[in-house]
């Protein structure tokens, strides 16, 4: 088995950062007869979309609750469960914090993930996602989820 190193993964032209004001995939809306209001998912997928940084279910929930004051933590975290599945929100899991998905990818993640300031930058290594899936196929195992969290300090608080 060949050797990598992620050191030269993370040069450029392999690494994309995310651009601060990226298009994210809007959510198919199920046609709802008498209703104009949106779904829980979408106003969830809002919330996600306009936090400047990773934000905890429970932060939404507060967000959620000042147009419906009587949702249950059950309500977010079955939105936030169909977003993941639908590979519209990461879930960070260094943060226990969910962040929208700047590519529309598959089941392949990578942050870069600020210890101080809390921020979570999503990059795309397709190199990388390349190489996990080829190891994996030489174990006859099958990916259903990559999630890569590089902990460190970014450039603003270092």
Do not use: W
Not at 14 to 23: F, L
Not at 35 to 43: I, L, Q, Y
Not at 57 to 62: H, K, P, R, W
Request: hydrophobic letters at 35%.
């Amino acid at each position: 088995m060949g050797r990598f190193s992620l050191g030269a993964l993370l040069q450029k032209p392999y690494i994309d950062r995310m651009p601060r004001n990226a298009p994210s995939t809007p959510l198919k809306k199920k046609k709802t007869i008498g209703s104009s209001s949106s779904s829980p998912r979408d106003e969830v997928m809002e919330i996600v979309k306009s936090s400047q940084k990773p934000i905890g279910a429970y932060t939404i929930l507060e967000k959620f609750k000042k147009k419906h004051p009587n949702a249950a933590p059950l309500t977010i975290y079955r939105a936030l469960e169909y977003l993941q599945k639908n590979h519209l929100v990461h879930r960070i899991e260094k943060l226990n914090a969910y962040v929208a998905c700047c590519y529309g990818h598959g089941c392949a993640a990578q942050f870069l993930v600020c210890s101080t300031c809390g921020t979570a930058t999503e990059i795309e290594m397709q190199a990388f996602d390349n190489q996990i899936g080829k190891v994996a196929r030489q174990y006859g195992f099958k990916v259903e989820q990559s999630i890569l969290e590089l902990v460190g300090t970014c450039s603003t608080c270092a």
